[in-house]
């Protein structure tokens, strides 16, 4: 029986795996940002749909590290640099907004689609929309829900908008989320994000935080 438990576990996390793979590689290949939806895709491609077979959202972001490490295009490098220069130069255009660079471009997994991810904090829901409009700046407002914590979430705005080539979203939370980040999608944990000088560190020494 303990053998049998054994090689039962194995195979599950041999199924996971392959998944966690298949998601890996939809995201880096096929555009897709959703690790929920790369999830759903990747098992479905594969006929693993029972709910052991589903990797957590942290295996298929190591996943995908090893994939971009493995096949990423000799340019990737280049191009995550080019992204947070973009983001620095950014956030000391929205220096009055407290910003911090989350999500591909800060962790090192951004690709030609990604967008870089600011948050902007005020609580004044309608500055953001004030500033973009005084600088004639054209954006889209959409909505997205988040977690604050662990018992609360919130619908918020993001401003998506294009500048020199390079896709941003500008995500606004109150003030007293600068003392707390937001939950990330990927691991219920507080969201990584870095300031301008974090940033600007980071450049300089070429190499991934958070």
């Not at 999830?39 to 996943?63: C, V």
């Amino acid at each position: 029986m303990p053998h049998a438990r054994q090689h039962a576990q194995t195979q599950t996390a041999q199924r996971r795996r392959h998944v966690a793979q298949e998601a890996a590689r939809l995201m880096a290949e096929g555009g897709i940002n959703d690790y929920s939806q790369a999830k759903r895709k990747a098992a479905s491609r594969l006929g693993m749909l029972d709910e052991a077979s589903l990797p957590a959202n942290r295996e298929i972001e190591q996943a995908l590290r090893e994939y971009q490490r493995l096949f990423a295009s000799p340019d990737h490098a280049g191009l995550l640099r080019s992204r947070r220069a973009a983001a620095l130069q950014a956030m000391a255009f929205f220096a009055d907004f407290s910003p911090r660079l989350a999500g591909p471009v800060l962790d090192g997994t951004a690709d030609g689609q990604s967008s870089v991810q600011l948050h902007l904090h005020s609580d004044d829901e309608d500055a953001i929309s004030r500033f973009l409009e005084d600088h004639h700046i054209p954006a889209d407002p959409r909505t997205r829900r988040i977690r604050l914590d662990q018992a609360r979430q919130a619908d918020v705005t993001v401003w998506q908008l294009v500048a020199d080539g390079v896709n941003f979203d500008l995500l606004v939370l109150p003030r007293q989320a600068l003392r707390q980040a937001p939950l990330s999608a990927i691991d219920a944990r507080p969201m990584a994000r870095a300031s301008a000088s974090q940033l600007e560190a980071l450049l300089a020494a070429d190499a991934p935080i958070g």
